[in-house]
């Protein structure tokens, strides 16, 4: 009979059992489970029958039932296996993880011992998934009876295109597996070996002799998103890595037709800081072009290339950007007083804030009103009165009243403060006879100059600030007429108007006939030849002419008449003793 039946393994079981009870007349007979049917075909039992173990060796007869096996009876008879699986217990429990000794669900074909993918097609706790390598032998590599767990086989004997160039670690002294082990997982899958990069380059670079550190802006979203977008995958290298133009074919640098180091993308481009190292690269050469653009001071990154386009259209004129592009409120309207000027007629290109801070830039073009301003304090600053400057600059505020508040109520009877006065230089252009040409014909010598009388910038400048005698000294002394109410002006105008005549000026006074009427000029006043008052009067003193000489000037005939007296008026009565009615 063929010991390998099914036949001969069912008259093997009956004979053993038959033989138990034989042994044990008084032991109650065991059941059997019926799952047994099952059991006896799994790789476990049928290799333990083949060896003709009984079946006590494992199970135990106490008890109504067949029991399960202990736990360490794989230990009575394997204990020169070592286990290299799981926790290593070596328990009953480790052996049938692997060894099936159950029977094979319905449609499922039982798992021999090597049969490791029933379990790890899944997650194994922290043993991923294996993936990769599923379809090649476990026991090629694994050895979970062996003296080391693993005894992985050369890489190259699958990979045999393979040629790995990674620097150090890649020396002859440390074996191939290791080798890839460095970047991929044995398990894992192929394409996830570029995660691994960061690992060594990034984060224990500093433990790792000779690893470069590569900064995290090497990769990013939208462009370089992994180490082998540019280097080879085995051939570390850098001269094996991609070229720049394998990707950017049409990417032309400025002026790199005719500027040599614009036609190598790494002399801007860091390789592992594409973005930001570009922007500050341009001092590397141009180390004598230092620019005080505004945008400098908020990012200097983009000093440059906020005007130069790196990386101009094909086709493209390579000039600097235009400013308007940007400064689209100085531009508008052609800028500073729609003079269409271009920007750099202010501004220098790399000295743009200190260009246009320049005391002399307005002077630049207006040369002479510069000049004039110069001279007048407190208007050599052009925005101090031109608001808007230097782009939109607005006529000058003619009210001058950020400064000059004092001199304001002139603004109550004058159109503003340029109607008289020149507004860089300050000087009066336009005199007080432009406007008020009666006046100045009517005034008599000495009288000319306005503001010798008038404050311009008062409320009411037609009122006097300054009295007669401020000038007149000597005639206001004495004068008998300082008790009129309009003293010097009852007599005097000091310039005629519109409505009086020149004969009421101040060359001309008016007759005292006009206040004096002769009818009621006391006592010789009467007399015919009495009645020109300037011959014995003064109207600017209180004195009387009344000497002899004065009255023999015109009565000749009186010479010899009392010549002993000195004084006519003594005996000859001008004034009336009684009061005149």
């Known amino acids: 009979m063929n010991p390998k039946s099914p036949l001969y393994y069912m008259i093997f079981l009956c004979s053993s059992l038959l033989q138990g009870c034989l042994e044990e007349e008084s032991a109650p007979p065991v059941q059997v489970s019926p799952q047994w049917e099952e059991a006896r075909t799994s790789p476990g039992h049928q290799s333990h029958l083949q060896e003709k173990i009984s079946c006590g060796k494992c ?28 926790d290593n217990h070596r328990l009953v429990q480790d052996c049938s993880s692997c060894h099936q000794f159950n029977g094979a669900q319905e449609n499922e074909t039982p798992h021999q011992a090597n049969d490791c993918l029933s379990c790890h097609q899944e997650n194994q706790g922290t043993n991923l998934a294996v993936t990769t390598h599923k379809e090649q032998a476990c026991i090629d590599c694994h050895e ?20 790995l160039q990674h620097g150090k670690q890649s020396a002859p002294e440390r074996s191939l597996v290791a080798q890839c082990l460095d970047c991929h997982s044995p398990h894992g899958k192929a394409e996830t070996a570029g995660s691994a990069c960061a690992s060594c380059h990034q984060v224990a670079f500093e433990h790792l002799s000779g690893a470069p550190h590569i900064p995290e802006s090497a990769t990013f979203e939208g462009g370089h998103d992994a180490c082998n977008s540019c280097h080879n995958t085995h051939d570390l290298r850098n001269s094996a890595a991609q070229s720049c133009t394998s990707c950017h074919t049409s990417h032309p640098a400025l002026q790199s037709d005719e500027v040599k180091e614009h036609q190598e993308c790494s002399n801007c481009h860091s390789p592992h800081d594409v973005k930001s190292s570009a922007a500050t690269a341009c001092q590397t050469c141009h180390t004598k072009t230092q620019t005080d653009h505004p945008s400098a001071h908020v990012d200097v990154k983009s000093a440059c290339t906020s005007c130069h386009t790196p990386h101009p259209k094909k086709g493209a004129e390579s000039l600097p950007l235009d400013c308007a592009s940007c400064h689209k409120s100085a531009s508008k309207n052609g800028g500073h007083g729609s003079k269409k000027l271009d920007c750099s007629s202010c501004h220098q290109s790399h000295n743009f804030s200190q260009s246009s801070k320049a005391p002399s830039l307005c002077a630049s073009c207006h040369k002479s009103i510069a000049q004039e301003a110069s001279t007048n304090d407190g208007h050599q600053d052009c925005a101090s009165c031109h ?34 006065h020149s507004p860089h230089g300050g000087k009066v252009e336009t005199s007080c006879r432009s406007c008020h040409q009666q006046e100045h014909l009517s005034a008599p010598k000495g009288h000319q100059k ?23 000294k000597e005639q206001e002394r004495h004068n008998p007429h300082n008790s009129l109410t309009e003293r010097c002006a009852t007599c005097h105008r000091p310039h005629g ?22 009818p009621q000029l006391p006592s010789l006043h009467q007399q015919k030849g009495h009645q020109d008052c300037s011959q014995c009067h003064n109207a600017h003193t209180s004195a009387v002419r009344r000497d002899r000489t004065t009255c023999l000037s015109c009565h000749k005939e009186q010479e010899n008449h009392q010549l002993s007296a000195q004084n006519c008026a003594s005996c000859h009565i001008f004034r009336s003793v009684i009061p005149l009615p």
């Open 144 to 163: 979970p009876h062996g003296e080391e767990a693993i005894n992985p086989q050369p890489c190259t004997s699958c990979h045999e295109e393979i040629l």
């Open 387 to 420: 608001e808007t400057l230097p782009h939109q600059p607005q006529q000058g505020d003619t009210s001058c009243k950020g400064c000059h508040e004092l001199q304001r109520p002139a603004l109550n009877k004058h159109k503003d403060c340029t109607s008289c």
């Open 59 to 86: 199970h135990s007869f106490e008890g109504p039932a067949l029991g399960p096996p202990q736990e360490k009876l794989c230990l009575d008879c394997h204990q020169e296996k070592k286990l290299n699986h799981g």
């Open 497 to 518: 108007t519109s409505t009086e005549t020149l004969s009421l000026g101040a060359i001309k006074p008016p007759p005292c006939k006009s206040c004096h009427t002769q």
């Open 450 to 472: 306005c503001i010798s009388c008038h404050n311009p910038h008062s409320e009411s400048p037609r009122q006097m600030t300054a009295s007669c005698a401020s000038c007149h």
